[in-house]
């Protein structure tokens, strides 16, 4: 019989996958799909479609640069529980905003900064509720030592490599979630406008009704989240009051009260992390690289074969044109491009409980993550030497074999850096064991005649969770990373496909690849090393 690698209820674990790990991209890809045809339909600009949608696909990610570590620090102090539900809150209010605006500049990029203020919310907190999934209770804790003050304590190896292992596979199952968001929006979310309009709306009335029901839908998931992640393990002392307060609310069982870090030493204690351990370090490459990988697919991709069919003669290549007119004159381009990135991502979709699994039981030398890199330095070389795209038309189908790589080294860094992180966040950290270890000693001196030999192991206990309390703050930094890659690969890569070679942002892909199969080849042999020296 196969035990289930999460600990926390079952309505936590069903709001967690089926809520913030499902719909954290999917309103990303509906409005990045859709929003062409607001600047088109709903406002009526036909010139510099194109512009406009990189502007407002810049401004984004610049957002969302600085609000993923914020929200990341407002979480170790809020908890993740309220963090997801003001981010989808603010997900639904903004695409109402949305097809309110008259024009591009400014109620256009107004609105789009405001939802990827929610945006950025919503995509962190799928790495920061992730440890919470693992994690025990305080109160069921504490109770069962008081009640038994003679228990033998569990031997820590082995509950720690459960917790790893459910971890791995916890985050394959976030990747395979995540992936059937995207999924969701495009089959169901994009779909819709089309359905208004075969009922008689007119164009722009099919965007207006489309972004509001998909609006009600995010506003149904933030509320979701505020009931279904109520009381998650680890959470017991955040919410409002935590915001501006120094000291915790002491336990029932506990009459300590721990002195909360500032947000500067939350943010810089887990930025020191990522040079200090390894697999947070690894985590925070990996997320570079995985972000900077799923645009590379879903945007370079169809950019790559649109120029190869124009540049050859096979679209009738309209200056201006807007989406809608793309489809039809350049039909067999977007069909190929939707062909490739679909394989690629269902390749993905598969592979992702894969990779979980495997990241769980191989973890020596990291070898699911050295063969997801390897795969993509692999593939993304391929992938720019291609000569023609087309298997039908003169190509061969051994491209099929190639975008499955791309998927492959998609998902892998995906997986790998979400279970890493979560490994990372578990592991005691002895500095941190030991400052606080001393706090608590200073405050309970005088007053300890009578406590328990066995001190409760509860969410707060130095040296299990120490640092769960930066958990939030780690997750932004990673989501921080990802917008890092994004953001050289849109702009540099974008740059070098127009004046150099339109295989440039592959090269830059596998480039990516490459330092990070290197890091985590070295990473590999020195902890080795170092585990040969101790024994």
Request: glycine fraction near 12%; charge should be positive.
């Amino acid at each position: 019989m196969v035990s289930s690698p999460f600990r926390a209820k079952g309505s936590q674990v069903v709001t967690y996958l089926l809520g913030v790990a499902l719909f954290s991209i999917s309103f990303l890809v509906f409005l990045n799909a859709s929003v062409s045809f607001v600047i088109t339909d709903l406002i009526g600009q036909k010139k510099r479609v194109g512009d406009a949608v990189g502007s407002l696909g810049f401004a984004d990610e610049l957002v969302a640069l600085v609000a993923c570590p914020l929200w990341g620090l407002l979480s170790d102090r809020l908890g993740v529980r309220w963090v997801c539900t003001i981010g989808y809150a603010i997900v639904g209010i903004s695409l109402f905003v949305f097809v309110q605006a008259k024009n591009v500049y400014p109620d256009l990029l107004l609105a789009r900064m405001f939802f990827s203020i929610g945006g950025a919310a919503t995509s962190t907190m799928v790495t920061a509720v992730l440890p919470t999934m693992t994690a025990r209770s305080q109160h069921s804790s504490s109770d069962e030592i008081y009640s038994n003050p003679t228990l033998e304590p569990v031997p820590h190896s082995s509950t720690s490599s459960t917790t790893r292992s459910g971890t791995s596979q916890i985050a394959g199952l976030v990747g395979m979630f995540t992936g059937c968001g995207a999924l969701v929006a495009l089959g169901v979310f994009l779909p819709l406008p089309a359905r208004f309009q075969h009922n008689g709306s007119t164009s722009a009335e099919a965007i207006q009704h489309s972004y509001y029901i998909v609006g009600g839908i995010a506003l149904a998931v933030a509320i979701v989240c505020s009931f279904g992640l109520m009381n998650l393990a680890g959470e017991e002392n955040k919410g409002w009051r935590s915001l501006f307060h120094t000291r915790t609310t002491p336990t029932h069982n506990q009459g300590i009260q721990d002195k909360l870090p500032s947000y500067w030493r939350l943010f810089t204690s887990a930025f020191k992390l990522g040079f200090t351990d390894i697999e947070i370090g690894l985590g925070y490459l990996g997320g570079f690289v995985a972000r900077a990988s799923s645009v590379g697919i879903s945007l370079f991709i169809p950019l790559y074969i649109n120029a190869y069919f124009i540049s050859n003669g096979l679209c009738r290549d309209t200056p201006g044109s807007v989406p809608s007119d793309i489809k039809e004159q350049c039909k067999r381009a977007y069909t190929v491009a939707a062909m490739l990135t679909g394989v690629s991502q269902l390749i993905a979709l598969i592979c992702a409980p894969i990779f979980g699994a495997l990241d769980g039981r191989f973890r020596r030398y990291n070898a699911p993550l050295l063969f997801s890199s390897l795969a993509g330095v692999i593939g993304y070389i391929l992938f720019a030497r291609v000569k023609n795209p087309d298997p039908k038309n003169g190509g061969s189908e051994s491209i099929f074999g190639i975008v499955a790589l791309l998927g492959i080294s998609q998902i892998g860094a995906i997986v790998c850096s979400l279970s890493m992180l979560g490994r990372g966040i578990e592991r005691p950290d002895s500095t941190e064991v030991a400052s606080r270890g001393e706090e608590e000693r200073d405050l309970t001196r005088g007053d300890d005649e009578g406590a328990p030999l066995i001190t409760p192991s509860g969410g707060s206990t130095p040296g299990q969770n120490s640092r769960r309390h930066l958990k939030g703050s780690i997750a932004g930094l990673y989501s921080l990373a990802g917008g890092a890659g994004i953001l050289l690969l849109t702009k540099l890569g974008g740059i070098l496909f127009d004046k150099w070679s339109t295989g440039a942002p592959f090269y830059m892909l596998a480039i990516f690849n490459g330092i990070l199969l290197f890091v985590v080849t070295t990473c590999g042999v020195v902890e080795q090393m170092n585990k040969l020296r101790q024994e």
